[in-house]
């Protein structure tokens, strides 16, 4: 049990993610959430990765009783970008106006209308050879499109000997986290989700 209400978890990531609110649990109290941030932060994407249980992701958010992440970017590592800085202030301030608001109970549920959010999916790999060596790279088509539609034969990989390789799933999907920097030793190349609403 956490003596702590409520942690917002602050990071950058090198993907063309923009301002991105992570929720964890699709209950009532984060689903307002999201739908307020989306209300005061219109270009916001909300990503919810409720696949297990909250406390068992291995975030810092969880322990808290509660808690979310921020994720922005893209921003190069190592480099301060005021643009970025100033979405994470944003989002952090309208998720404590929303946290401030609920516990006074001046939400509002009917003025916070459902809103687009992505579900997580899947992981999908770097092409490797037999020695787990990387073979392809980010299409330069599928690059910086992070939460935009993938769809079934559009390419996602180029090969070093400049062959495309396609998406093969049958449905489209959203991709995100495309090419980034702290996924590279595991050889991720880009999450997927489906689009919901919530």
Known sequence: DSNTDFVIDIHNTTSEMGATLIILEADEFHIQLARYVKQQMPEANILVEDEKPYLEHGYLCTTGKKGVMIEVGGQP?????????????????????????????????????????????????????????????IHHSLQDNDFKPL????????????????WENETETYPHFINEAAYFKLDVAFATAERIML
């Open 151 to 166: 769809i079934p034969g559009a390419p996602v990989f180029r090969t070093f000997d400049g062959k495309d390789i396609l």
């Open 77 to 137: 590592q190592g480099v301060l970008r005021e643009d970025v800085y100033l979405l994470t202030q944003t989002m952090a301030e309208a998720i404590l106006d929303f946290c401030a608001a609920y516990n006074k109970g001046q939400i509002n549920t009917d003025a916070l209308p459902a809103c687009e959010a992505f579900r997580l999916g899947d992981n999908v790999s770097f092409p490797l050879d037999a020695n787990g060596k990387r073979t392809a790279m």
